[in-house]
């Protein structure tokens, strides 16, 4: 649990509010898009005025728009400066890419985050690197906006942690996490059909591109890791969109008896890289020698280079590569 | 929650009875190795002398071998005839298989079952159709044998229900079954360890074999239901061991816009059918239809011929199928 006083300072914060607008980070996520939309919608039924903007791209990541709300984030170019700006599941104003700006222009800046290496920029900041989500910490905040959740709110936040513990199975599934998840369920969220929306919306061209990585599976470093990975022209010849590679990393995991995996997406010059620890195996901290982050679990990069380059690299900072 | 007088005359029956064999039912899945495993582990906690056996096969199924006690299963035939025997997630005495025989000779036989159409044959019932799995019911039996649980059971207790909700995304996660959980994680269960040992321990031979069943993947009866399916000479081919299929289905589910998901595994003279339910569609009427059985979202049936004779008089009988 967030401290209660941050909790109710930014309650405070928020009501006086004569404008919010909330955004997250680039390359929006499950929490990142739930926790925007669960605090919308509670702002809402709080009645203060609030936008939501998207960091990066034109639209919310086709996975999550099936999530009440998602056709108000705006482009954050085309809003003007509001006098409160709420960076969620960002530990660094940076992060907000194309936000980041607006973020900047706010008399006041909110940060609500639940990574461990957040960055308290904001004047006011709830931060807790226990919540499973930061969907979790929105979760907290309700109470102390008087806003009890409707199915709407709970389903947006649901979907931020069902997303962010990878369906309750990375390390980060606390008893807190499953018992908000147990309180969001009662309060009007659908685990089954958040998760088929979510897990079991594949376009017949998405699981072309999974079995293309299956194949692919290769174990390296006396089995402690595997690496699988995708090209831009497999996108083009299986007609699955980039963010359709979003978990396909989770099929590479499978694969038993392996610590680490990799998941690289390449274009033949730069990779971008996705690394998973199945045992305790600190990836956040491999993925920031790469100039990346993440979580000890979850993290991911972006490598100047091909994918041979990169393995050389990288190879032996991984388990059984001898570093 | 199944009725605490239930409970308690389980507890009463077990705590005086000198001898006691659990079994679970034919073709085990996670609900009744784990319930079997963590119901014995806490009679030996309890110092009431217990066994635990299996209804069929020799040993139990490797995905479920890491479970604390796996070795311990013993074959129904070298048991002597018990004063309780326990059956769990069994809703009826003849699903017990191979130990229905020794389930009938004890003087007292006791039921504990989630099943919604489960016959009271046992001397005692505990039935639950609301239990998220029957692994809830003896999680809750716990205190009534005074028994608190330590982390093996907790881990048993645990898989049963990961298993039984698949992996908490079925619409039996409910809020009691989430908050079960978080006890069960309290008591020392490793949501992490138990998703990796359960879903993340595929063999390459394994992913091939999914890899196959991606690209047969059929869509049928105007989209809203799909097949796919594996032979014998597929797991020959693979080098997959038949077990390795168990969770196949959940890749054929993953196609969007189906309300209904059929894997067939044939032989070429008949076919064993799993059938998924990703909609209110109940396709347990379904397989009881064909002489199989299961819940609202999960069911089974064998049938007599070959694929094409199956989808022949099975389609007509789910969504889009015009009957």
């Not at 300072?9 to 919010?20: D, I, M, N, T, Y």
């Not at 919540?131 to 910490?137: D, E, F, K, P, S």
């Not at 963010?243 to 610590?259: C, F, K, P, S, Y």
Request: one cysteine or more.
């Amino acid at each position: 649990m967030a401290d209660a006083a941050d909790h109710r300072a930014v309650a405070r914060v928020l009501r006086s509010a004569p404008s919010v607008v909330i955004g997250s980070h680039v390359d929006p996520d499950g929490d990142a898009v739930g926790s925007c939309l669960g605090l919308a919608r509670a702002l809402d039924r709080a009645r203060i005025p609030c936008e939501v903007v998207l960091a990066s791209g034109l639209s919310v990541p086709t996975t999550y728009a099936f999530l009440p709300g998602a056709d108000r984030f705006r482009d954050p170019a085309t809003v003007a400066a509001p006098a409160v700006f709420v960076a969620l599941d960002s530990p660094e104003l940076r992060r907000l890419g194309a936000a980041e700006d607006l973020a900047r222009s706010a008399s006041t800046i909110v940060m609500i985050d639940h990574h461990p290496d957040a960055v308290p920029e904001g004047h006011v900041n709830v931060f807790d690197s226990t919540a499973a989500a930061t969907g979790c910490l929105v979760w907290e905040l309700l109470a102390h906006l008087d806003v009890t959740a409707d199915a709407e709110i709970a389903s947006c936040l649901y979907t931020a942690l069902l997303t962010d513990t990878g369906r309750f199975s990375y390390s980060n599934t606390t008893p807190d996490a499953l018992r908000t998840a147990a309180a969001m369920v009662e309060a009007g969220a659908d685990p089954s059909g958040l998760f088929v929306a979510t897990y079991e919306n594949r376009s017949a061209a998405a699981q072309r591109l999974i079995g293309l990585t299956l194949e692919r599976i290769t174990p390296v470093n006396g089995g402690l890791v595997a690496y699988s990975w995708v090209t831009a022209e497999d996108f083009a010849s299986t007609g699955a969109l980039p963010e359709e590679a979003e978990n396909l990393i989770d099929h590479v995991r499978a694969l038993r008896g392996v610590d680490v995996v990799l998941l690289a997406k390449t274009d033949g010059k730069t990779v971008k890289g996705s690394l998973r620890a199945k045992t305790d195996t600190d990836v956040g901290a491999v993925a920031r020698r790469f100039g990346g982050g993440g979580h000890r679990a979850a993290a991911g990069f972006t490598f100047a280079g091909d994918l041979d380059s990169l393995l050389a690299e990288m190879l032996p900072h991984l388990p059984g590569g001898g570093r």
